[in-house]
């Protein structure tokens, strides 16, 4: 079983600047979900979707983040524009229903 | 909401046990888990247990979970040098969709 794909592993941005992330979860999982992780701290839920719905993003920055899950498959998260306090992991997790969390190795923002 | 609280540091020596600590505070939580971060690399789960057990034993971990006091503690016996990690507790709540709640981590140091 293939894992959750993230792509890119890394980038580096200016403040302002855009910029997007993509996640590809586990074939059938119809959980995904988008947990941000700032340094020296635990991930925090931004998003969650079930298919191509969104469940739960009280935690969304919504005046800059937003995020899509087109035909309930892939994902895509993008920060504009970024600010230096957005440096963190993002990290992508897909379940399958009362299924564990799996979680993709992340994309390393960081905002100078 | 729910609030996952962990000690920040703990320091032993090679071949001593160690145990990390966790308190939670909704008594709703249905699955703890136990996660693994090492530097650069994403989470890895460890162990996990179901809110209705009390303990859990897998080779050298064991979970032990006091539902009264909502407290969760992982056990590693004969700690190794390549146990030095980061390691996180998290919760899911009930009918919350299968997000999870993190703990900000524990560094784990394993001195030879």
């Known amino acids: 079983e293939a894992g959750v794909a993230q792509s890119p592993r890394y980038k580096i941005i200016e403040k302002r600047q855009s910029v997007a992330f993509w996640c590809n979860p586990i074939?059938?999982?119809?959980?995904l979900y988008w947990y941000q992780q700032i340094l020296g701290q635990g991930p925090k839920l931004l998003i969650q979707?079930?298919?191509?719905?969104?469940?739960?993003d009280s935690q969304l920055p919504k005046d800059r983040f937003s995020a899509e899950r087109l035909k309930g498959v892939d994902s895509t998260l993008k920060i504009q524009p970024a600010k230096l306090e957005d440096s963190a992991v993002y990290l992508c997790?897909?379940?399958?229903?009362?299924?564990?969390?799996?979680f993709g190795p992340g994309t390393r923002l960081l905002v100078l | 909401g729910e609030d996952v609280e962990q000690s920040l540091f703990l320091s032993v020596r090679e071949g001593d046990s160690s145990v990390i600590n966790c308190t939670y505070t909704?008594?709703?939580?249905?699955?703890l888990y136990w996660y693994k971060q090492e530097p650069g690399a994403g989470l890895q789960l460890l162990t996990y247990?179901?809110?209705?057990?009390d303990m859990k034993q897998d080779q050298r971990l064991t979970v032990l979970l006091n539902k009264k006091d909502k407290h969760l503690s992982l056990r590693i016996a004969d700690t190794q040098t390549g146990d030095s990690a980061i390691y996180f507790c998290?919760?899911?709540?009930?009918?919350?969709?299968?997000?999870?709640?993190f703990g900000q981590g524990t560094e784990l140091s394993v001195k030879p």
């Open positions: 074939s059938g999982h119809a959980t």
């Open positions: 909704d008594s709703s939580s249905t699955y």
């Open positions: 997790a897909s379940s399958s229903p009362r299924g564990r969390n799996r």
């Open positions: 998290a919760v899911s709540i009930y009918n919350q969709g299968g997000k999870l709640i």
């Open positions: 979707f079930q298919n191509n719905g969104v469940v739960d």
């Open positions: 247990i179901f809110s209705n057990m």
